[in-house]
Every structure is written in C-alpha cells, then in structure tokens.
C-alpha cells in the first residue's frame, strides 16, 4: 500500500509435491512427469490470480509462475515489482519490519535480519512470510524492487489452514510476548 505497484511478476522456487513423479514417467503435464528428485520444473502457479482476491488492488497487475525443486520442504517467493512511487530499498525494509511487528500481520510476517539464510532455516516457522532483508535488492531510481520471501510449504500452510479456522469460527486466544 505504501508505495504502490503499477505490475509484477511472482517467481514461486517452490520444493516439489506429491503431484510430481519420483522417476520419469506419464504424466498429464509433460515436464510434470520428469523425476522430481534430479529436476528443477517450470509450471504454472496460480499466485497470480490468488494475490488479487486478497489485494484487489493488485488485478491484472501481476504476472507468475513457479519452478519446482528437489528440496522436501521450503520455497521461496521473488516479487520483482514496478512501484508507481519512489522507494528505497531501506524504506520498503522498515515499512515490511514495522507492519512483521505492529498491526494485523503480526505473527504473519518474520522479518528476518539473517544474512546467510537458506530453505532449511525456514522449516518450522510458522508464519506465511519470512521475509530475506539481505537477498532483497532496490532500483537505482527507487522505481523497481525484488523482495525475497521464504514460507515453509508443509507445517507454514498448515498453520495458516488453523489461523483461518479460528478465524472463522471466532476463536481468539491473546498472543503476550
């Protein structure tokens, strides 16, 4: 919201699932049939037309696809954006750090300040986003940025799968830090 996005492009880095063959074999999809073990996979994702039921702002302004990868856990998102206002890369860190501890992505958001993280440093974390302040890159001219974000796609998900239960059915436990 901050500083706007005129388009986009997600690149999910996304371990394989259960869909993919371990050995080469049929598979509906060509590439989806290649071993997923010993292959990076280019596919499609629907990130593209899922972000905008969130951020309506956001329609037909982001394009996507994923790459699947012989890890067993752990992916990573790459938002290459357009701002429509200027920012520095130091700006877009504080302004994702103050909304990772403050206001409703609290508990959403890990902001992490880990200059060697890697996939297996996201497993267990609970939150939907952990955000790599040191991969993500800003535009000379502050009218582009990358941002790196890792999510555990096994036990992450599924702590989301429960905050939207609760959520739904009105159960609200008090967080004290």
Known sequence: D???VRKGH???IHSYTNDQNLLDNFHKKARRGRSAAVNMVITATGAATAVPKIIPSLKDK????????PTPNASLAILNLELTAPAT????NDSIRVASIS??????????????LVSNDVVGNDCCSVYDTHASIGCQDGSSCILYTWYDNEFGYTKQVIRLAKFVSGVRRMVYY
């Not at 394009?63 to 990868?69: G, I, L, P, S």
């Not at 890369?89 to 877009?92: F, G, Q």
């Not at 206001?103 to 060697?116: R, T």
């Open 2 to 4: 901050t500083f706007g």
């Open 62 to 69: 982001l394009t996507a696809n994923a790459v699947r990868v």
């Open 103 to 116: 206001g409703d992505l609290v508990n959403q958001i890990h902001y992490s300040i880990d200059e060697e």
């Open 10 to 12: 997600v690149e999910t």
């Open 89 to 92: 890369l130091e700006a877009i």
